[in-house]
């Protein structure tokens, strides 16, 4: 009897602290584009967000932010994809965007219209987060924003398009469990190319798919059963 009531501890002890595999898809919470024309412009409020490069040479940068504070902060991410669409555009060129783990927090805004409007004090801008100067306009590397893209894919015509790497499993890792503020990520066309800016629907939401694991907290049941067979394992002791 005395191994038994010891099996069955076992049993339970691991029976609830077995992680389970799960799955929550997350809309973004803000967005916003940087736009090089008009650097003291806001587009908080723009249905599109846009990066790359114009025919003018115009540099776009888009940020974007998911809260995922809902995920338990003990979780294992083991996964994450970030779909965008683009609705229109051309594929003169065949763009490159690297998204980019933010480190600096900034303020979506809410002006709309083609360029945006001229932002109001706490409104992310091509010189400002909303907060503070950027370290250099349209936000610095490596100070502003992580040196190392966290993904990259080429992205030509309309279609919906899948950002999916181990960089923003960590990224999504570092902040669930804290150790690193959740400012989002920065989108910027990595060739430089003239004609590569894109416009990525900020309407239809975009969606950030994280698969994971975590440990559930031990409920109350379990531990009045689990404290019930340590007690009749301390009784058969003695």
């Known amino acids: 009897m005395h191994n038994s009531a010891l099996s069955s501890l076992v049993i339970l002890l691991g029976i609830f602290n077995v992680s389970h595999a799960a799955t929550q898809v997350f809309n973004s919470v803000a967005e916003t584009t940087l736009n090089q024309s008009s650097p003291d412009n806001n587009m908080g409020g723009h249905n599109t967000l846009l990066a790359g490069v114009t025919n003018g040479g115009a540099f776009r940068r888009g940020l974007i932010r998911f809260d995922v504070s809902s995920l338990p902060s003990n979780s294992t991410i083991t996964s994450v994809s970030l779909q965008l669409t683009v609705p229109d555009g051309n594929v003169a060129n065949t763009p490159n965007f690297a998204l980019h783990r933010m480190i600096t927090a900034w303020v979506e805004g809410n002006k709309s219209g083609n360029r945006g409007a ?3 004090d706490g409104e992310a801008t091509w010189n400002t ?4 100067d950027w370290e250099l306009p349209g936000a610095g590397i490596g100070v502003d924003y992580i040196t190392s893209q966290s993904a990259g894919i080429n992205v030509n015509g309309v279609g919906s398009y899948n950002w999916a790497s181990a960089g923003l499993t960590a990224d999504v890792q570092a902040w669930v469990s804290g150790s690193s503020a959740n400012n989002g990520w920065i989108m910027i066309e990595t060739t430089g190319v003239n004609q590569t800016a894109r416009r990525f629907s900020a309407t239809s939401d975009p969606a950030l798919t994280v698969v994971y694991s975590a ?3 031990t409920s109350s049941t379990a531990m009045f059963a689990l404290g019930g067979i340590t007690l009749l394992v301390r ?4």
């Open 118 to 120: 001229a932002a109001t």
């Open 129 to 132: 987060s909303g907060i503070d």
């Open 215 to 217: 440990v559930p907290e």
């Open 235 to 238: 009784k058969r002791k003695s």
